[in-house]
């Protein structure tokens, strides 16, 4: 007994009929439908056509009752009064409905989405060793083609593998570059990140390049924020790199990196004075493996903003430039405060 007045079916109906006798005995008016509105808001989780059935009944007893009723002393603001009543559960029908069918869709696109990921996550090992491993050895076997045969057959022929080793190479960078894409949003776990020690972290990781391209930096008070240490390393890294890298030539790169307090975000900004970016590819260049230039005048794989961008997306912000062609460029992200 106790297993059946536990299911939402059974309590609506026990509630309706309890309704219906008190009804009965003392019309209610108006106050009925609220009441009946109350039994089948306990059926936001069953079937529609339960719904359905419920709400026909509810419309059926609260039309009963002025008939039954009737008398001398009926007026016509009883029926007004059963009408808005029967008004107001079939608007709870449909947004009962309505709630079903977004929460069928709901179910659908999680669904999906969790089949997306585990296709992702067998992409990622895929890419890690099946695809990694034919690679290295093409490019084991070009070197020692290139050893053993270099100058022996023709020029054509050394060109030839020379093409083939540098084309598995830039397919084995593609391939990590991927791998760390996927990889970014792994470690969920928020923290209180300090911004002067991560950007002091990615100056002295990189003082290689900062030395060979005598790099000025200049770094204002940065805040702390709450995020995810790591992926903000990488964002760090990526646009102070290409800070450095976009210059032309016999060019000091000079980057200047900061942020404001606006409202409830902190605005970041990294200015450079580089070569700068058209105005028609600022959304462009945070698209995967968009290249505005060739591997030959900048080295680089074409994702390091496309990371910058799903960082910024995992910190519930945005990231944006301004820039001009040959007058440097400054990104812009914001992060919760």
């Known amino acids: 007994m106790r297993y059946y007045f536990e299911r939402p079916i059974y309590q609506c109906a026990l509630l309706m009929l309890i309704v219906f006798i008190i009804d009965l005995i003392i019309p209610l008016g108006v106050a009925v439908g609220v009441l009946y509105v109350c039994c089948i808001a306990l059926l936001i989780r069953e079937k529609v056509k339960v719904t359905l059935m419920f709400s026909i009944v509810a419309t059926l007893l609260t039309v009963a009752i002025p008939v039954i009723t009737f008398d001398e002393n009926t007026t016509w603001m009883a029926f007004v009064n059963r009408g808005i009543s029967v008004l107001a559960v079939w608007m709870i029908y449909f947004i009962v409905v309505k709630h079903r069918i977004l929460d069928h869709k709901m179910r659908v696109y999680t669904t999906k989405l969790e089949i997306k990921n585990k296709e992702l996550e067998q992409f990622n090992y895929v890419a890690s060793h099946d695809l990694q491993e034919p690679l290295n050895t093409i490019r084991s076997f070009s070197m ?17 593998l020379l093409f083939i080793n540098r084309a598995s190479v830039r397919m084995s960078e593609l391939v990590k570059a991927l791998l760390d894409y996927g990889r970014i949003g792994h470690n969920m776990n928020l923290e209180k990140v300090d911004c002067n020690v991560l950007v002091n972290e990615v100056k002295t990781d990189i003082d290689s390049l900062i030395s060979k391209s005598n790099a000025q930096l200049y770094v204002n008070k ?30 000091t790169p000079i980057i200047k990196i900061g942020a404001s307090l606006e409202t409830d975000q902190w605005i970041f900004f990294v200015k450079d004075n580089g070569i700068g970016i058209d105005q028609v590819h600022r959304e462009r260049i945070f698209a995967i493996f968009q290249r505005l230039h060739s591997t030959c005048e900048y080295e680089g794989t074409g994702i390091g903003l496309a990371h910058c961008r799903k960082i910024v997306d995992l910190h519930g912000g945005r990231i944006w430039l301004d820039s001009q062609v040959d007058k440097g460029s400054t990104f812009y992200f914001n992060i919760p405060a």
């Open 144 to 160: 020692l083609l290139n050893q053993q045969y270099g100058g022996v057959i023709d020029k054509k022929a050394d060109k030839y």
């Open 222 to 251: 940065l805040p702390k924020v709450k995020g995810y240490e790591t992926e903000l390393r990488l964002l760090f890294q990526n646009l102070i790199s290409n800070a450095i890298k976009f210059q032309n030539k016999d060019t």
